[in-house]
């Protein structure tokens, strides 16, 4: 008896607001509207894929009247892509190209690029010939669920008649380009009652008279494909029932905690990957499934996916132990190489002269009760590759509703994920920078020296996480990062650095959300003063505690995590000139500094044999941001030399070398020198940035 409670699952919603586009000035104005619409719904399309256009006419540089086809440009994404992400063609240049018998990917680039209006624009999609061949204004190529679904159904054609009657056009796989362009064009213009396309293995072609035309009719098509769907589908029996049950939300998280670093270490033997973990509901209930693992192998639901998911994920074999996370473990690391072994074979089976290998890796990884890893070589992108596997087992739950999954031939996968226009794409990105995928974690991350090392590493490429006791002020910092560079690039937690318990959760924190560290920051500050003799036992203890026990045990952690990575890390002790200076009035202060560089030079001897670098800085007299300085420490050190504390500045900078005063951004730099390939062969060391006090000279 088939299950009613996900009756709606694949049906989309209409999100056309009249007065939203009433105020539109312009086709293209129009065309942004529409495309943003439907990129809005990732179950109407992929991240990154499908594309729109609009026939109009424009006036060209001599102010003749121009009929111009507006296009999704090649790498952007509809549901963010503004005005200047379509490029404009000229159709009298384009509908020649219809009576042309063939065309190679190269010469069709090269042909549209003299098709341009503007030369400034990006490059035209793929499909563009898609909807120039097509005589409606305007077109829209997309992938649904529902859709994909049917068209990745054995009996796909044959469903497609029972929802459609003669309303479409089916048309079999083949790669996007001419071929395919002119096909579809000629099975439309040969059915007059064609509403829709509907492309074997790929996705969905409708249009319209008007932009609200169009979009509308993409969404009633998707709706009655998922209705005919949803009346099928049994959740009691989907993917084969129910094998694996899922772990509670808890014992989820912390078991992906456990095993994230295992599974960035194995991953990231030639570069190093940045790893997201999902545990959603339908997550769960695929990884869980009595055939997902065989349906798992079958392939990609969609070429889209490929160049992002690979075209199999790698799935666990695990029964959902809670005590068996150690077990868990060395099934992941033998997972992990089996499946670069199979990838390199399958390279070498379909490779062509040119091509040059991905990293062999999984992008994504299924456990049984715990939910989906993904990697990429940032956090935004290992999402990217778990979004589009959200949509693979949408895909193959409708499509076993229907019959049987079916998917692109090994070679055709391979030849799209390796396809030069696919990878074009690729290319657009920002070019990788010192600290990209790196993920650091600084204590005393809403200080300013924490938060300006943040800054520092994150604008050169860095995920960056700032533990404070000060949760307000680390998350007034991490939504700044975030907004400049991108969601999630910064995170931020609570942590008291003298709780065993709380640094534990910090680390395991940042393991889940990054799957890993690479670089530490032990930066938590504070600091009093007092002549020895009235230093109290209370006073000595807060020191030691903070500036010795909080090093030692975010170093520890860190430490223990990055061992197992088995990628090497480095790790910076902010130290102080009282470090090596017996500061006057500080004699716990400067005991508990000169236990963090001693404590870091046994670590780095320690460290070497892993790869795990320990440096130190010794700053001094950083007023500028600063919470010491802004507290009674302030008033005590310019009482221990006889001036105001509004004074203080100026008598720092005096007494350097350089009459220099030293800020927060210095501090950084130092910081970001350690950690960067240009100290990768230095361990052990302390470098002095204090602008050159003579008493505190290393020696």
């Not at 098709?115 to 005589?135: G, N, Q, V, Y």
């Amino acid at each position: 008896m088939t299950n009613k409670t996900n009756r709606r699952k694949l049906m989309v919603h209409n999100l056309w607001d009249n007065n939203a586009a009433g105020g539109l000035k312009s086709v293209l104005d129009e065309l942004v509207y529409r495309s943003n619409l439907i990129g809005s719904d990732r179950s109407v399309c992929n991240w990154g894929g499908g594309n729109t256009s609009s026939k109009t006419t424009v006036k060209d540089f001599r102010g003749r009247d121009v009929e111009v086809m507006f296009v999704k440009g090649s790498g952007s994404d509809l549901a963010t892509m503004k005005a200047g992400n379509f490029t404009g063609l000229r159709m009298e240049d384009i509908r020649p190209l219809f009576e042309r018998d063939d065309m190679s990917d190269a010469e069709m680039v090269a042909y549209l690029a003299n098709c341009m209006i503007d030369a400034k624009h990006p490059r035209a999609s793929i499909e563009t010939l898609l909807h120039a061949f097509l005589p409606f204004k305007h077109v829209d190529h997309t992938h649904p669920d529902a859709i994909i679904s049917l068209c990745c159904t054995d009996n796909g054609k044959a469903i497609a008649r029972e929802i459609f009657g003669d309303r479409f056009v089916w048309v079999p796989y083949i790669r996007p380009g001419f071929k395919l362009s002119k096909m579809i064009a000629e099975g439309v213009l040969a059915n007059p009652k064609a509403e829709l396309v509907l492309m074997e293995k790929h996705g969905l072609v409708t249009w319209g008279e008007t932009a609200e035309a169009s979009y509308a009719k993409t969404i009633g098509i998707i709706n009655e494909a998922a209705s005919y769907i949803e009346a099928r589908v049994d959740e009691s029996s989907l993917f084969g029932g129910v094998k694996s049950r899922p772990l509670d939300h808890d014992t989820r998280r912390a078991i992906a905690a456990r095993v994230m670093p295992v599974i960035r270490g194995a991953v990231s033997d030639g570069k190093r990957m940045i790893l997201s973990f999902d545990d959603a509901d339908d997550v769960l209930q695929f990884a869980g499934g009595r055939d997902s693992a065989a349906l798992s192998q079958v392939g990609a639901a969609c070429p889209d996916h490929l160049v992002h998911t690979k075209m199999v994920p790698l799935f666990i074999d695990w029964e959902p132990d809670q005590d068996d996370v150690e077990g868990l473990k060395k099934k992941l690391q033998e997972g992990i190489a089996a499946y670069k072994t199979k990838y390199k074979a399958y390279y070498e089976r379909n490779k062509n002269e040119s091509d040059v290998m991905f990293e062999a890796a999984p992008r994504v990884i299924l456990i049984p009760g715990v939910g989906m890893i993904n990697t990429g070589k940032s956090w935004a992108m290992s999402r990217v590759s778990g979004a589009l596997y959200h949509r693979a087992i949408a895909v193959m739950r409708g499509a076993t509703a229907l019959g049987s999954f079916v998917s692109l031939s090994e070679n055709e996968s391979y030849n799209v994920e390796y396809w030069p226009l696919e990878l074009y794409k690729l290319s657009l990105a920002p070019a990788e920078a010192e600290f990209s995928r790196k993920v650091a974690f600084i204590t005393g991350g809403a200080g300013g020296i924490g938060s300006e090392t943040a800054r520092l590493l994150a604008s050169e490429g860095a995920h960056v996480v700032l533990a404070d006791l000060n949760l307000d002020g680390a998350l007034k910092v991490a939504e700044e990062l975030n907004s400049q560079y991108g969601e999630n690039r910064a995170l931020a937690v609570h942590m008291d650095v003298t709780s065993e318990e709380a640094v534990q959760a910090a680390i395991a924190d940042t393991a889940r959300a990054y799957g890993g560290v690479d670089i530490i920051v032990n930066n938590a500050g504070l600091a009093t003063s007092s002549p020895f003799d009235e230093t109290s036992l209370k006073e000595w203890n807060l020191n030691l505690n903070v500036l010795g026990t909080g090093y030692f045990l975010v170093a520890r952690e860190a430490f223990k995590l990055m061992k197992e990575q088995g990628n090497g890390g480095s790790i910076v002790f902010v130290g102080s000139k009282n470090s090596v200076y017996a500061g006057k009035n500080a004699s716990a202060y400067s005991a508990a500094k000169a236990l963090e560089t001693h404590l870091a030079r046994c670590i780095a001897a320690e460290g070497g044999e892993h790869g795990i670098r320990v440096n130190s800085i010794l700053p001094d007299a950083i007023l500028q941001g600063s919470a010491i300085w802004n507290s009674s420490w302030r008033n005590e050190r310019a009482a221990s030399y006889g001036i105001e504390p509004e004074q203080l500045e100026e008598y720092y900078r005096n007494r350097t070398t350089l009459r220099v005063n030293i800020f927060p951004r210095d501090i950084a730099e130092g910081i970001a020198f350690f950690a960067s390939s240009k100290a990768e062969k230095t361990t052990g060391c302390m470098l002095t940035i204090d602008g050159g006090v003579p008493a505190a000279f290393t020696r």
